[in-house]
T-cell receptor
Framework: NAGVTQTPKFQVLKTGQSMTLQCAQD?????MSWYRQDPGMGLRLIHY???????DQGEVPNGYNVSRSTTEDFPLRLLSAAPSQTSVYFC??????????FGSGTRLTVV | GDSVTQMEGPVTLSEEAFLTINCTYT??????LFWYVQYPGEGLQLLLK?????DKGSNKGFEATYRKETTSFHLEKGSVQVSDSAVYFC????????????FGAGTTVTVRA
């Protein structure tokens, strides 16, 4: 039982490049979400999904796309990376008791 | 909108000192309240939670009581250890808001031996 797995752990992109951050969970949780963490700002919600085939925007969705074709996977796509997207990204799934299980994070630097 | 305000850090303590981190919330409805902890280089872990007024969450010597009258959920520990050095986040969810987790800005706690 691996929980929430995120890959890669670190990534450096050039401005304008695109990439996909992977997130997978093996707990059969319906609810998954992506957050970004920036100093002094806590975690801010980017996108979330209440189940396969359903996604919705969070607080800071611009520049990011998501899809949810399976219960297990919830990838986050950066369409055209910008320096403002330099951040630590966390994927999470919600348990039956409304607690969240977080992945270990992806540290992204856009130069 | 729904929001969480927590005590600004950083907080530096000596081992065995008493720790309090203040957290207040604004919400339309009755949220569930959480404290998450982030150790250096790691993701967030659920520390404790409370789902209704007057509930007390507790774990690893930490406690927090859901106070509806003061809209607060302050975190306390009676005797901290060096291993408690981490960033602590207060958070809430509301069923009416699709269970989205809203976080405070986080409080960095450093415990010195």
């Amino acid at each position: 039982n691996a929980g929430v797995t995120q890959t890669p752990k670190f990534q450096v992109l050039k401005t304008g490049q695109s990439m996909t951050l992977q997130c997978a969970q093996d707990m059969n949780h319906e609810y998954m979400s992506w957050y970004r963490q920036d100093p002094g700002m806590g975690l801010r919600l980017i996108h979330y999904s209440v189940g396969a085939g359903i996604t919705d925007q969070g607080e800071v969705p611009n520049g990011y796309n998501v899809s949810r074709s399976t219960t297990e996977d919830f990838p986050l796509r950066l369409l055209s990376a910008a320096p403002s997207q330099t951040s630590v990204y966390f994927c999470a799934s919600m348990t039956r008791n409304y607690g969240y299980t977080f992945g270990s994070g992806t540290r992204l630097t856009v130069v | 909108g729904d929001s969480v305000t927590q005590m600004e850090g950083p907080v530096t303590l000596s081992e065995e000192a008493f720790l309090t981190i203040n957290c207040t919330y604004t919400a339309t409805g009755y949220p569930s309240l959480f404290w998450y902890v982030q150790y250096p280089g790691e993701g967030l872990q659920l520390l404790l939670k409370a789902t209704k007024a007057d509930d007390k969450g507790s774990n690893k010597g930490f406690e927090a009581t859901y106070r509806k009258e003061t809209t607060s959920f302050h975190l306390e520990k009676g005797s901290v250890q060096v291993s408690d050095s981490a960033v602590y986040f207060c958070a809430l969810i509301l069923r009416s808001n699709d269970y989205k987790l809203s976080f405070g800005a986080g409080t960095t706690v450093t415990v010195r031996a």
